[in-house]
Nanobody
Framework: QVQLVESGGGLVQAGGSLRLSCAAS????????MGWFRQAPGKEREFVAG????????YYHDSVKGRFTISRDNAKNTVYLQLNSLKPEDKVVYYC??????????????????WGQGTQVTVSS
């Protein structure tokens, strides 16, 4: 099994930036596809960005293209999400997720095997 721990959330002004981190432990991280999702109160969890095991393939939700960047460092067992040009609607809880042993970038949260506890991002207008 893999354990995921997010960090880096916090309060930022609209237009500002944050970098979220997700540290993985418990297995070989470099074999897993990783994703970032977010969830606002009362709404379903939605896909934000995904990255393949090697980092060669990346996919973003249209709403964050050009503003967010996903990356990973397999030597550090960590996946990152750089959030730029933050908007008030980006004020949600962000979760990282792992799909074990895959070369794919997965959008559907139902396919992921493990989840972190989430990190809150608050954007002030």
């Amino acid at each position: 099994q893999v354990q995921l721990v997010e960090s880096g959330g916090g309060l930022v002004q609209a237009g500002g930036s944050l970098r979220l981190s997700c540290a993985a432990s418990g297995r070989t991280f470099s074999s897993d596809g990783m994703g970032w999702f977010r969830q606002a109160p009362g709404k379903e969890r939605e896909f934000v960005a995904g990255i393949s095991y090697s980092g060669a393939n990346i996919y973003y939700h249209d709403s964050v293209k050009g503003r967010f960047t996903i990356s990973r460092d397999n030597a550090k067992n960590t996946v990152y999400l750089q959030l730029n040009s933050l908007k008030p609607e980006d004020k949600v809880v962000y979760y990282c997720a792992a799909k074990l042993e895959t070369r794919l970038v997965l959008v559907d949260l139902r396919f992921y095997d493990a989840w972190g506890q989430g990190t809150q991002v608050t954007v002030s207008s």
